[in-house]
């Protein structure tokens, strides 16, 4: 039995070494392969789907290589399960590609070493692979996974810049492509310090404190009853609008968090802060957080008595309907003042001496029928001018006849023919339009426009329907032009045709104030229309 011994100690030292042999085959399913590299294989097997994707890259390249789709596709061409081999692998983004961001079309890309921000999600990495200044590395978050290639492009002052594409597991699919920079940030690296301080609730219809939901210090973040380590911080962009972000850590878990601040309104200093996490592989709980706002300038006193408030609202309310009374009886000042105005300017002493002249002229000439026609024309004239001064509409029959009346007047002095073409479908006796509207443009353009042409001269008024409750107006003369008789008043120092058409302006701005139907006008120099005419076109379009 004692020689036995041993001999039963070396067939129990052998069964041992036989069964770890058998538990290392076991475990590693090529004896060839160290711990290590089985890892490495079974990282490298996961990549694999995604780079198989790409194949199709390299038959691109061959049949085009210089339309623009196939240069920026180009560096995913080396993408095989060489190059896959020959890769060093990182279970982290390696330093170099840290800080590439960008924020194009709105999908914004933050790179950190052990978490990659991107389309609004906060991403772990969960590996790597790099070689000859190529990188692509797999993020996942709950049971999104995502892979992406990155490739460096140029560096120049400071700043490196790369092309990024989102690499899909399906064949002939168009990877998505996004344009990385990466800056130096010293000079933006701090936040302005007007943004640090106490982020509250949104509250306007409240008197008391808005309640405070998160504060933003210069090392960490209270937000969510937790504190959020500042591991980084830096400017971005978020949709075409400056913006800052803080990658932080939760201080007990270690839990990373991404915070951004965004201005609320382009014209308003309110930012708003907002916290993205993870989102939890069980219970998929909600990722994104708005925390609070805040004023960028420094807040003002606060007054807690709501008494002075309303004192202060009650004064306020005060002083409005004071200001509204006010503006009211100006206006109503402003309305008499340009009624009275406009009833000197029709009767104008000039008009009436000139009128005068010319019917004692046909006196003289012992032409009496004419000059008592032209003498009733006058007086029936006035009489209406005087009379519808009241009115601050009149139908538009009376209103083509005074000024018929008036151009007969004004011919005996400027002999010019005249015209007015209404057309039949508009009922002229039911239809009502502004009183004297239309006759300090007749006025103008007899005035101002044909008076000083020596070629014959005409004047055409022509008025037409536009739907069911608007008609269209125009003058139109072939004198000299509203450019041309500007520049004749302005080397005469006469002012009398810019007062007269800024005054009829003034009366259809009141005419149109509170209405949704507005009087419209359009003067226009008939050589801005065709070179060889002359003349002035006056547009209008008035509602009924």
């Not at 290590?36 to 994707?53: K, T």
């Not at 399960?81 to 709105?106: C, D, I, T």
């Not at 601040?261 to 916290?275: A, F, I, P, Q, R």
């Not at 029936?380 to 009149?394: A, F, Q």
Request: aromatic content about 10%; hydrophobic content about 40%.
């Amino acid at each position: 039995m004692e020689n036995g011994k041993p001999f039963c100690k070396q067939y129990l030292i052998i069964f041992l070494l036989l069964l770890g042999l058998s538990s290392s085959l076991s475990a590693n399913t090529n004896p060839l392969l160290s711990p290590s590299d089985s890892i490495l294989e079974v990282q490298r097997q996961r990549f694999l789907p995604h780079i198989h994707s790409v194949a199709w890259v390299r038959d691109l390249i061959a049949e085009d290589s210089t339309s623009s789709r196939a240069k920026i596709l180009k560096p995913l061409a080396a993408l095989d399960e060489n190059w896959l081999k020959q890769a060093r692998f990182s279970p982290q983004m390696p330093q170099q590609w840290v800080g590439f961001w960008s924020s194009s079309s709105g999908d914004a890309v933050d790179v950190f070493p052990r978490n990659v921000f991107y389309k609004g999600r906060l991403y772990r990495v969960r590996g790597a692979f790099e070689l000859q200044g190529l990188l692509i590395f797999q993020i996942e978050e709950a049971a999104l996974t995502k892979l992406l290639a990155m490739v460096r492009t140029s560096s120049r002052m400071g700043e490196s810049n790369c092309h990024a594409f989102e690499l899909s597991k399906e064949k002939f699919t168009e990877p998505t492509f996004y344009y990385l920079s990466q800056r130096e940030r010293r000079a933006v690296q701090m936040i302005p310090n007007p943004l640090y301080g106490e982020y509250v609730e949104q509250n306007t219809s409240s008197f008391m404190r808005p309640k405070t939901l998160a504060a933003l210090g210069q090392n960490s973040v209270v937000a969510m009853k937790r504190r959020w380590l500042i591991k980084s911080r830096g400017e971005v962009f978020m949709k075409g609008r400056r913006a800052y972000r803080l990658f932080t850590v939760e201080e007990k878990s270690g839990l990373p968090g991404y915070f951004l601040l965004e201005k609320m309104d382009l014209y308003k200093d309110v930012w708003t802060l907002s916290l993205i996490v993870p989102s939890n592989h069980n219970t998929f709980r909600e990722s994104f957080f708005v925390l609070g706002t805040k004023t960028a300038k420094p807040d003002k006193i606060r007054i807690p008595y709501t008494w002075i408030v309303f004192t202060a609202l009650f004064a306020l309310l005060v002083y409005v309907l004071y200001r509204r009374r006010l503006y009211n009886l100006q206006r109503a000042q402003s309305r008499t003042q340009l009624a009275l105005s406009g009833l000197r300017a029709q009767l104008n002493p000039h008009f009436l001496f000139n009128a005068l002249t010319s019917i004692q002229d046909l006196v003289n000439q012992d032409n009496k029928p004419a000059a008592n026609r032209y003498f009733n024309e006058m007086a029936e004239l006035l009489r209406y001018v005087v009379d519808s001064s009241k009115e601050e509409y009149t139908p538009l029959a009376a209103e083509l006849e005074a000024l018929e009346k008036y151009c007969s007047l004004e011919s005996l002095r400027t002999p010019f023919g005249y015209s007015f073409d209404v057309r039949p479908e508009l009922n002229q006796n039911t239809t009502e339009i502004p009183t004297l509207l239309i006759q300090p443009f007749i006025e103008n353009a007899i005035l101002h426009g044909l008076r000083p042409s020596t070629e014959a001269k005409e004047l055409k008024v022509s008025i037409w329907p536009e739907g069911d409750n608007r008609i269209g107006v125009s003058i139109l003369d072939n004198g000299i032009g509203i450019e041309e008789a500007q520049r004749r008043q302005n080397a005469n120092n006469d002012l009398r045709g810019h007062q007269g058409m800024a005054t009829t302006q003034q009366r259809i701005d009141l005419l149109n104030e509170g209405k949704r139907e507005k009087i419209t006008l359009k003067v226009i120099d008939r050589r801005r229309l065709k070179s060889n005419l002359t003349g002035t076109l006056v547009q209008l379009s008035i509602p009924i």
